[in-house]
């Protein structure tokens, strides 16, 4: 089975950018690879999508105009670039990905954190 693993988390000043990579093990990634991310204290959420084949996107309102996902399908990578970095985004970010469109995302990875420094 494919297992997501992140990398490219770090510190950064609020107003910065990062660059994570989600990179599938084991196998290629499902239909559609996603990254989440859960802060301390709250649910994890959803940030955004991308489906491995088309590569049609779907954003969080909260990071739309900020994040953009990307995928390098010869390297079986996926990308969240994150600009205009807040406080707010701190979490840990997971990468996620799964089989079908009606189910749910069943390989996650470890998670990187991402902390905002004001």
């Known amino acids: 089975q494919v297992q997501p693993v992140e990398s490219g988390g770090g510190l ?3 107003g910065g950018s990062l660059r994570l990579s989600c ?3 084991g196998r290629t990634f499902g239909i559609s690879v996603g990254w989440f991310r859960q802060a301390p204290g709250k649910e994890r959420e959803f940030v955004a999508s991308i489906r ?13 105009g900020r ?6 399908n010869a390297q079986n990578t996926v990308y969240l670039q994150m600009m205009s970095l807040q406080p707010g985004d ?3 970010y997971y990468c996620a990905t799964k089989r079908s469109d009606f189910g749910s995302y069943e390989f996650w990875g470890q998670g990187t954190q991402v902390t905002v420094a004001s």
């Open 23 to 25: 990179a599938a093990s």
């Open 52 to 64: 491995w084949s088309g590569g049609a996107t779907l954003y969080a309102d909260s990071v739309k």
């Open 12 to 14: 950064v000043q609020a």
């Open 67 to 72: 994040f953009t996902i990307t995928r390098d």
């Open 90 to 92: 701190t979490a840990v």
